[in-house]
């Protein structure tokens, strides 16, 4: 079973950056050969994807409130995937959360493996 962990999060300013990580908790696992989705849960609000990087060719794609300042990215070398996250607003702020599935295109449909979330908050 693939374990991921997410890190990175932490409080930031308005117009700041972060880069958060996911990351394969066991060996074995080679999250290239995974569809990796990045979500966000804000307090009160639903689940929403925020970008996703397919296994097949990594294509990504972004939510429109996303678009132009988050970048997926993938280094097989760590197998690890990030999510460097620029020009942060406040409603930004939520836990994050990256997720895992062998499928060689991604969506911001239901994923089988998840992380336990890293929290990041935009304020002043």
């Known amino acids: 079973q693939v374990q991921l962990v997410e890190s990175g999060g932490g409080l930031v300013q308005p117009g700041g950056s972060l880069r958060l990580s996911c990351a394969a908790s066991a060996s074995g696992f080679t999250l290239d050969d995974y569809a990796i989705g990045w979500f966000r849960r804000a307090p009160g609000k639903a689940r929403e994807g925020v970008s996703c990087i397919s296994s097949r060719d990594d294509s990504s794609y972004y939510a429109d409130s996303v678009k132009g300042r988050f970048t997926i990215s993938r280094d097989n070398a760590k197998n690890t995937v990030y999510l460097q996250m620029n020009n942060l607003k406040p409603e930004d702020t939520a836990v994050y959360y990256c997720?895992?599935?062998?499928?060689?295109?991604?969506?911001?449909?239901?994923?089988?493996?998840w992380g336990q979330g890293t929290q990041v908050t935009v304020s002043s």
């Open positions: 997720a895992a599935d062998r499928v060689d295109w991604c969506t911001f449909s239901e994923y089988n493996y």
